[in-house]
């Protein structure tokens, strides 16, 4: 079973802020506070705190992910799921994560972050709950930065003015 999460900047802009800018796995947590949801496993995800200068988000308007779930190994959390009111799910699932983080993620909506005191905050919520995980983070993707394309293809674009200033790699 395959499940869309979709995250939205107006709503969500703390998971969206983690997922994009801080490279936090999102998709991993929310799985696994799924998990530990339905079968009644205790624990908290440490997130990472950080003065992002460059903000990735701007021209960004919501982003999306898929969560796997085998037929036989998650059989309950499949059930679980289909129980939920119809429409939904989604909700459920973001709120759903942000219970197992180890604290609000408020930093994240200040203009200038004062990381010391963020830390500071995070682990006096931190020493206060039991059974914190520190995830990961993600590995960027890389992403080609030029376009593949034959010779014959290449001249065809050429003549129809489509390649300006794209960068193309002939194959």
Known sequence: MNITVRLYKLHDYDLIFLYKNLRFPVKDAMKKALENFVRNEHSFFDYPIAN???DSLRNLTNAQFHIKLNED???DIILFLEGLKRNYRNSFLKN???GYMAGPIAYVYQEMVNVE???KRKNSIENNIMNVKALDLMKFKNKKKY???TEDQRKLFDQLGILDNVPVKII
């Open 52 to 54: 992002v200068h460059s």
């Open 73 to 75: 190994e998650d059989e």
């Open 96 to 98: 759903l994560l942000r």
């Open 117 to 119: 005191d963020e830390t």
């Open 147 to 149: 376009l593949k394309l």
